[in-house]
């Protein structure tokens, strides 16, 4: 009798490990597949485990570098047009440029001269987007999110576009630019000809470079006002040595953009904590932060968001909804401009720094938080009719279900692990113009304390 009892207690004790043998295992693979760490591990096991994932991230040999930004006077390790090679002249000039409101100076009611920048639209202290579902240029009244339209002015009078401005931080990692790419000879429309010949590509640079040349007339900004200012005569001297002087004809608009360009390519949000962790700061992220990169670099997300912008480039559908505003109905996206109804509803996949410093979000204007956002891509179930795709969804586009906590992790991450609380550094002290900038209407030279 005793010798039964004891060989019942001994496979109790063998059934009971083996339990805790196959829990364990279980609790591992749910470590590893969903990477539900313990609240309570130590950092440095998070920031070990972290490491790992970014290293199987990235391609081989590159490891943790292929995510870091570099400091924005290492110019050398900027990616940079070679038809535009950056220089500290060139950068200076730029970023009085991108701010300047005395280049405003085509707007189509005269009460608007001088009151807008591309800062206007691109403001530092929201992540160099507009904080508005629609960014307002020439026409606009306030600054940043209490900016409005002149309700005094014609609607066809103020400069807005029916799709989100993207941010121009971390430009520098993208070759093509705009939500359809069609800026840009270099990365994926080296292989397109019908892009390459189009009219707004005829300078054959890089997007980055394209765009400012195109935009400084888009936006109804012009040289012709600060050709008289000496400064400028002296900065375009310094970053332009073979033609020193600026007036206001196709050559002066190349090159201000040239040089607004290679100011772009500055603006790098390398102070970020991720970044900071990364370059081996162990401190940089809390704890939730670093969960919150877990789940990022482990799930889908970084299947389109990688490398050191977060952003791979190359276009995606994954489902977001159009602008209230477009008129057209149905943005194609790319489609619109391949022709391709293979690349119908698919849009340049964005950066992610400094988001949370404005809002709203996506190509259309559809998300109101970053969380929103996060809970989406946790579902995915697409804003616009799935029967529109037709197979162009991305494969990666299929619910992650994270719990609650992943999710607010991964939030986490995106708020404030990603976001780099000191962009107002490159934001100049004043203007060679002297007049006041990002704006200058009279409501804005209010609030900005121009007056
Ligand atoms: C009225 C607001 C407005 C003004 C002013 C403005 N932008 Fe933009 N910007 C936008 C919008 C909207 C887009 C997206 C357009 C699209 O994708 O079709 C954009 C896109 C861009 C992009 C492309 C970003 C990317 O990742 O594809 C860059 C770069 C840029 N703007 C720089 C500038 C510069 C330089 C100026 C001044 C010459 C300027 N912007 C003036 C609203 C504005
Ligand atoms: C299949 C590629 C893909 C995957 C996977 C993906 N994204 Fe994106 N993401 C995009 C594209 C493309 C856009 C822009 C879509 C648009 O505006 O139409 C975008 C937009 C965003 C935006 C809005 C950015 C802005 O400037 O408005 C955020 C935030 C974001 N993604 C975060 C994430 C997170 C977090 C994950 C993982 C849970 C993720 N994404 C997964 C491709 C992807």
């Keep these: 009798m005793k010798f039964y009892c004891l060989l019942l207690r001994l496979l109790g004790i063998l059934l009971f490990t083996l339990v805790l043998i196959l829990c364990g295992v279980g609790f591992d ?15 440095t096991d998070l920031s070990s485990q972290l490491k790992q994932i970014l290293v199987s991230a990235a391609p081989s040999n590159q490891g943790l570098n292929y995510f870091i930004l570099p400091d924005s006077s290492e110019i050398d390790r900027i990616p940079a047009d070679p038809n535009n090679p950056l220089t500290p002249e060139k950068i200076r000039l730029g970023q009085f440029l991108f701010h300047e409101t005395a280049l405003s100076i085509n707007p189509l009611n005269p009460k608007n001269w001088q009151q807008s920048s591309c800062a206007s639209c691109h403001i530092a202290q929201a992540g160099f987007r507009s904080n508005l579902a629609q960014g307002l240029g020439v026409g606009g009244l306030g600054f940043n999110k209490l900016r409005h339209r002149d309700p005094d002015i014609s609607s066809v009078q103020i400069d807005k576009q029916n799709i989100l401005a993207p941010s121009v931080l971390n430009s520098a990692y993208q070759e093509v630019k705009l939500w359809d790419g069609r800026l840009g000879v270099a990365g994926p429309n080296a292989k397109e ?8 590509n005829r300078f054959k640079l890089h997007g980055l470079e394209t765009q400012p040349i195109d935009g400084l007339t888009f936006h109804r900004l012009g040289t012709a006002a600060i050709a008289s200012i000496p400064e400028y005569q002296e900065l375009f001297a310094k970053a332009f040595p073979d033609r020193p002087y600026v007036g206001a004809d196709v050559e002066d608009t190349k090159r201000a953009g040239l040089a607004i360009a290679a100011y772009e390519r500055t603006l790098l949000a390398n102070q970020a904590p991720f970044q900071k962790w990364l370059k081996g700061d162990p401190n940089a992220m809390s704890e939730k932060e670093l969960r919150g990169a877990k789940v990022f670099f482990s ?6 968001h990688t490398g050191a912008n977060l952003a791979l480039t190359d276009f995606r559908a994954v489902g977001f909804a159009d602008h ?26 964005p950066q992610l720094y400094n988001l949370a410093d404005s809002s709203p979000y996506g190509h259309g204007a559809s998300f109101n938080t970053l969380r929103e956002v996060v809970e989406y ?5 697409p804003q616009k009719l799935e029967a529109l795709y037709a197979g162009n969804l991305s494969v990666w586009f299929r619910p992650l279900n994270l719990t609650q906590d992943r999710v607010n992790d991964l ?16 934001v100049p002290e004043r203007l060679p113009s002297g007049l006041c900038f990002p704006n200058n209407d009279p409501l804005s ?3 900005l304390n121009c007056d």
Excluded at 29 to 43: F, M, V, W
Excluded at 340 to 345: P, T, Y
Excluded at 411 to 426: K, M, Q, V
């Design 324 to 349: 209230p505003e477009e008129w057209s109905g149905l943005n194609l996206g790319r489609g619109a401009i391949t022709k391709r109804a293979s690349d119908d509803f698919k849009f340049k996949v």
């Design 411 to 426: 939030t986490a991450f995106l708020e404030t692990g990603l976001r780099d609380p000191n962009l107002t550094r490159y």
């Design 377 to 381: 891509f946790n579902r995915a179930e």
């Design 299 to 304: 799930s889908s997300c970084v299947q389109c």
């Design 445 to 447: 030279r209010k609030q």
């Design 29 to 43: 693979y749910a470590l590893n597949t969903s990477l539900a760490a313990s609240p309570d591990k130590p950092t």
């Design 193 to 200: 000809p019908v892009i390459q010949s189009n009219d707004v």
